[in-house]
């Protein structure tokens, strides 16, 4: 599902043609890749929402997916549990001052052990209420890998199959003459539309309760937005037709399946299916921001994030469901290595996603992980597999990136120290070998990259593209062709020596620019 600001409270909108897509919540309409515009006016709750997938930069998997790529870093020894206890309270304290912020929950395990299980800020700003280990937040999509493994377990059980058609389980959805297969709704290559993608005739309806026959009704007579099987964009209406698939295969609601086969019987007490009726003690609020001010989240009836992103949890919670599927006690070893295989498209495009789980690296580390955002939150849970840390972040206030409080969690928990971002005058040599006219293929852009003042600008083709500096780090690393974005440090350029293209890493994701004619 989606969500609002996801920058520290600076507000950045993204091409529709990015690096990933959907929105910690909100993202994907197509699998937005490309580069942020910094500096953009703050989209109202209800638009952001309804946009996200189409408007969000490759930083979180609503999707969603967390990573960054350094140059030069080093290695400390990592900390005891007291000296990571005393680095994670600093990290949100520093996080809880930026615009936008309200409260955090935390939770980090390490080789099978909870060791950080804790709430910051304020779980409500109206009432001074603080967040506790125990205030359940809001996640958003990462609601979707609790689908997935549902889903794997019914294949496990001989209930389905991962290449059933839809049709056996929503006859009456239209299907255009094409085969949509369970395996294509859980990667996100099914074809269908999202209803996230839909614009205002989604935005509405956000605050109703709607019924699964409502809620198709978005989407039917939508064209399919390309033939299944073919590309990849990430999809909440598929997500929303799993929790339908499980329904029908179980006779009992989502809600309920989720709650007695997992929630319950794994001891995630603290793990609901949200409501926007039932009363629930120690639940926090969500919060955006208008106008420079924190306001209070949008209405949306949870009916509609539905298995693609109604659940609430903690930090504690989610670790722990991490450890429990990462060690076969939620499905069969065989079926979580399904999910975390990422689908290969025929044109040999790794999509970096398996089933409701993104597949990364983290620092040049395997990285296992999933976003989520909606309204008046965002969260990220990681998992890195080499190191055999699980991380999760629940932010309720939207500008505040849970993605960006895990990195920092990261680096703390393995003893990463990362270099300062310098901002170095470029010299006459590197202005000559970087400026000009650059093609990023992958995901359909161009952009323009020029020397003012000594600092080197870009600006990126496409409607409500900004021009922003790229700062160069210095002739000392990466051979002096490394550059950062200055909205955000985690967005890296690194030119080849002979200037004629560039990489471009973004939220875990690389994408190859070309130098071409001006």
């Known amino acids: 599902m989606p969500t609002a600001g996801d920058s520290d409270g600076a507000p950045q909108r993204a091409i529709s043609g990015i690096l990933t897509s959907g929105r910690a919540g909100r993202q994907e309409r197509s699998r937005n890749r490309g580069l942020a515009v910094p500096n953009k006016p703050h989209t109202p709750p209800q638009e952001t929402e309804a946009h996200a997938l189409a408007q969000r930069t490759l930083r979180s998997f609503v999707a969603v997916i967390v990573a960054s ?12 549990s007291a000296e ?47 967040a506790d280990k125990n205030t359940m937040f809001r996640i958003g999509s990462i609601t979707k ?25 929503i006859p009456d959805f239209p299907l255009q003459g094409n085969s949509v297969t369970v395996r294509q709704l859980l990667n996100h ?51 929303y037709m799993l929790g339908m698939i499980i329904e029908k295969v179980t006779a009992v609601s989502y809600a309920q399946h989720m709650q007695d086969e997992y929630f319950t019987p794994l001891s995630l007490g603290r793990t609901h299916y949200d409501s926007s009726s039932d009363l629930m003690k120690n639940r926090a ?28 949890s903690t930090g504690e919670d989610l670790v722990k469901w991490s450890m429990l599927l990462t060690t076969g006690k939620v499905v069969k070893p065989e079926s979580f290595t399904l999910m975390t295989t990422p689908a290969i498209l025929p044109d040999g495009e790794n999509t970096q996603y398996g089933f ?65 971002i310098r901002n170095e005058s470029i010299s ?17 852009l161009d952009c323009k990259i020029w020397e003012e003042g000594g600092k080197a600008m870009l600006q990126a083709s496409g409607e409500g593209q900004g021009a922003f500096a790229i700062q160069w780090q210095g002739a000392d690393v990466n051979g002096g062709n490394e550059f950062r974005a200055s909205f955000d440090a985690d967005v890296k350029l690194v030119f080849t020596d002979d200037g004629q293209g560039f990489t471009l890493f973004q939220g875990g994701g690389r994408v190859a620019a070309k130098r071409i004619a001006e």
């Open 285 to 312: 609020q969500g919060y955006s921001m208008r106008n420079g001010k924190i306001v209070n989240d949008a209405p949306l009836g949870m009916s509609q994030p539905y298995s693609a992103g109604s659940l609430i």
């Open 69 to 80: 790529s350094s140059a030069c870093i080093t290695l400390a020894a990592p900390p005891s």
């Open 428 to 444: 006459p040599e590197v202005t000559k070998r970087i400026t000009g006219k650059y093609r990023l293929d992958q995901i359909g």
């Open 145 to 169: 890998q609790f689908t997935a493994a549902a889903i794997m377990r019914l294949v496990e059980q001989g209930k389905l199959s991962l290449d059933d058609d839809l049709s056996q389980f």
């Open 356 to 420: 409701g789980l993104g597949v990364k690296e983290w620092e040049d580390r395997p990285c296992i992980s999933h976003g989520g955002g909606i309204h008046g939150f965002n969260s990220m849970l990681m998992y890195l597999p080499k190191e055999d840390v699980h991380i999760a972040v629940i932010s309720n206030g939207e500008p505040l990136s849970s993605g960006k409080v895990a990195n920092a969690i990261a680096s703390a928990a393995l003893g990463i120290e990362k270099p300062a």
């Open 189 to 239: 290559t099914s074809g269908i539309p999202s209803y996230a993608d839909l614009g205002k005739p989604w935005a509405n309806v956000q605050p109703l309760e709607l019924s699964h026959t409502e809620m198709l009704a978005l989407v039917k007579d939508k064209p399919f937005i390309i033939k299944p099987d073919v590309k990849w964009a990430y999809n909440n209406t598929a997500y």
């Open 84 to 130: 990571l206890q005393s680095k994670v309270d600093a990290i949100a304290a520093d996080y809880l001052i930026k615009p936008g912020a309200v409260g955090l929950s935390i939770g980090v395990a390490s080789k099978g052990q909870v060791v950080i299980a804790k709430g910051y800020g304020l779980a409500d700003a109206e009432f001074d209420v603080p």
